[in-house]
């Protein structure tokens, strides 16, 4: 299943494996048998990572900065800020993420967002529900960070959008995909340094007009795979907050950060 599927066969896969699922456990093992989506060796159970591969993830959990969710070597006490948060305070209100972005978790992310894996986006959306959990019990709506629409007909699907829909459905929070439009086609953010990647992402989102009441003075939480320099949330959390939301939470899978500060 690894690698680029064509739209048909895939379409087909995810309907057997649909199938399967209704039929059993048992049955869905010995047509489909579970494997590691880190080494891509068997694994014990679908939807999980064998023992060796899961001590490797870094995983982000308290004590972590309150606004941008980077991970204390001690802890700070209750709504502690980290410098950064301090110095630059971000578009949005805060910012959780599952795991630092490397090794399994960094493959994890490729896997989905460059060889179709979407038989993946079920597991990472329940870990970012949990690393989530605090926001999304308050949250009125889940948004994904939205694609151009000549880059989502490339791709042919939106990693985000994969993501943003599995984890409304696990909080039962309304799910609204097209509230946020990426009105400008901006290249790809590798490569590019912070600056760069501000100036490519600037003034590349906005609101829906008629949106605009359903978005005010709503809490939000905004789904992307991964975090690195915040220039593309931050972009869409000033157009949100132009459309006037009352608070945004940035919620990833992945986020670039160095050792514990």
Not at 6 to 19: F, I, Q, S, V, Y
């Amino acid at each position: 299943m690894d690698g680029v599927w064509p739209e048909p066969e895939r379409n087909l896969l995810h309907h057997l494996m649909r199938a399967v699922r209704q039929g059993g456990g048992a049955l869905l093992d010995l047509v489909f048998p579970a494997w590691c989506p880190g080494c891509e060796r068997l694994n014990g159970r679908h939807g999980g990572v064998c023992a060796p591969c899961w001590q490797k993830i870094r995983f982000i959990e308290k004590p972590y900065c309150a606004v941008l969710g980077l991970p204390f070597a001690i802890d700070r006490g209750e709504g502690a800020l980290s410098p950064k948060a301090i110095a630059e305070p971000p578009a949005f209100d805060r910012l959780r993420a599952v795991a630092a972005f490397d090794e399994i978790v960094r493959d994890m992310v490729h896997g989905l967002k460059y060889r179709d894996r979407l038989d993946l986006v079920p597991m990472m959306a329940r870990w970012m529900a949990r690393a989530g959990a605090e926001p999304l019990a308050k949250a009125d709506l889940v948004l994904p960070v939205p694609l151009h629409r000549r880059r989502f007909f490339r791709r042919r699907f939106n990693q985000s959008a994969e993501l943003a829909r599995h984890i409304a459905r696990e909080a039962g929070i309304s799910y609204q995909p097209d509230l946020l439009l990426r009105v400008r086609n901006t290249s790809r953010q590798v490569g590019l340094g912070q600056k760069g990647r501000k100036r490519n992402v600037a003034g590349a989102f906005r609101v829906r007009d008629t949106a605009r009441p359903t978005l005010a003075g709503k809490r939000v939480v905004l789904i992307d795979d991964v975090y690195t320099t915040g220039a593309t949330v931050s972009a869409a959390s000033r157009a949100l907050r132009r459309a006037g939301v009352a608070d945004i939470t940035v919620l990833t899978f992945a986020m670039a950060i160095g050792e514990p500060i």
